[in-house]
T-cell receptor
Framework: GAVVSQHPSWVICKSGTSVKIECRSLDFQATTMFWYRQFPKQSLMLMATSNEGSKATYEQGVEKDKFLINHASLTLSTLTVTSAHPEDSSFYIC???????????FGPGTRLTVL | QQQVKQSPQSLIVQKGGISIINCAYENTAFDYFPWYQQFPGKGPALLIAIRPDVSEKKEGRFTISFNKSAKQFSLHIMDSQPGDSATYFCAPRVGSARQLTFGSGTQLTVLP
């Protein structure tokens, strides 16, 4: 099956710093990637949808200047949490859509802890 | 508007028993009905999915039952095993390029 990787798997940072999370589709080209946030014992909340070469579409309530998304190639999307604060601590998960099988494949997630 | 309502929130079954999780939806435009399995600290993984032109799909111990008129679909896990203990999400979708709409999740615990 298709594989999506995320890096790093976990990160701890100080309040006010920026953190970049990478999402890669390893064996297929992903025209669309999705970024989700998941708080403990809650469901996945879609943050934004990114299409290769174009600006991301953010869900209502998600600050686009705080959560910068770049989908520069068909195999890589990045999420940068700028000026992170403790309330940004969460589990961030990306998914990538394989257009050949019309299915989304999820990455393993990145645990962000902001001190 | 809550588009997807999943129940129960948590479920405990004995090993060998049947686990049943339900998902009710409002958006009649949904045309793809998957169930995802998520283990702690991991991303979700597709377990089984169904299209609205069939009423049931079975893959091994996992079965989806789909009732279009009632706008409901359910996941049945036969002969439940401790390794099935995880959180399950329904996540229907409109069209192939659209995002999934996740239910609230069901935490399944299978006792040995």
């Amino acid at each position: 099956g298709a594989v999506v990787s995320q890096h790093p798997s976990w990160v701890i940072c100080k309040s006010g710093t920026s953190v970049k999370i990478e999402c890669r589709s390893l064996d297929f080209q992903a025209t669309t990637m999705f970024w989700y946030r998941q708080f403990p014992k809650q469901s996945l909340m879609l943050m934004a949808t990114s299409n290769e070469g174009s600006k991301a579409t953010y869900e209502q309530g998600v600050e686009k200047d705080k959560f910068l998304i770049n989908h520069a190639s068909l195999t890589l999307s990045t999420l940068t949490v700028t000026s992170a604060h403790p309330e940004d601590s969460s589990f961030y998960i990306c998914s990538a859509r394989d257009p050949l099988v019309v299915e989304q494949f999820f990455g393993p997630g990145t645990r962000l802890t902001v001190l | 508007q809550q588009q997807v309502k999943q129940s129960p929130q948590s479920l405990i079954v004995q090993k060998g028993g049947i686990s049943i999780i339900n998902c009710a939806y409002e958006n009649t435009a949904f045309d793809y009905f998957p169930w995802y399995q998520q283990f702690p600290g991991k991303g979700p993984a597709l377990l089984i999915a169904i299209r609205p032109d069939v009423s049931e799909k079975k893959e091994g111990r996992f079965t989806i039952s789909f009732n279009k008129s009632a706008k409901q679909f359910s996941l049945h896990i036969m002969d439940s095993q401790p390794g099935d203990s995880a959180t399950y999400f329904c996540a229907p979708r409109v069209g192939s390029a659209r995002q999934l709409t996740f239910g609230s999740g069901t935490q399944l615990t299978v006792l040995p």
